[in-house]
């Protein structure tokens, strides 16, 4: 069993910064390969970046290429979303996810564990 929670969200001007942070509870965060995802009003869910366990690949949506930045810190039981050159289009919930399949990481589904998830606003 892992539990996730996100912080870090809040209101930011376009063009700014902020980084989210996914807290995972148990012995096993290492070895799940971790992604983050976001859903905007109105929005299916939608991936953003994911990262594997030993960190060694990074995958990210076309939309945040360049602006992102998934990374993690196994010995804080940590995953990172560092998002730079935000705009409003950004604008959504974000959550994180971890599976212990890496396979189709882009899909919601097969992601064992999901957190509640942190709002993110970007005033234009």
């Known amino acids: 069993q892992v539990q996730l929670v996100e912080s870090g969200g809040g209101l930011v001007q376009a063009g700014g910064s902020l980084r989210l942070s996914c807290a995972a509870s148990g012995r096993t965060f290492s070895s799940y390969t971790m992604g983050w995802f976001r859903q905007a009003p109105g929005k299916g869910r939608e991936f953003v970046a994911a990262i594997t366990s030993s960190a060694d690949r990074t995958y990210y949506t076309d939309s945040v290429k360049d602006r992102f930045t998934i990374s993690r810190d196994n010995a804080k039981n940590t995953v990172y979303l560092q998002m730079n050159s935000v705009k409003p289009e950004d604008t959504a919930v974000y959550r994180c996810?971890?599976?212990?399949?890496?396979?189709?990481?882009?899909?919601?589904?097969?992601?064992?564990?999901w957190g509640q998830g942190t709002q993110v606003t970007v005033s234009s």
């Open positions: 996810a971890a599976r212990a399949v890496y396979s189709a990481l882009g899909s919601p589904l097969g992601y064992d564990y």
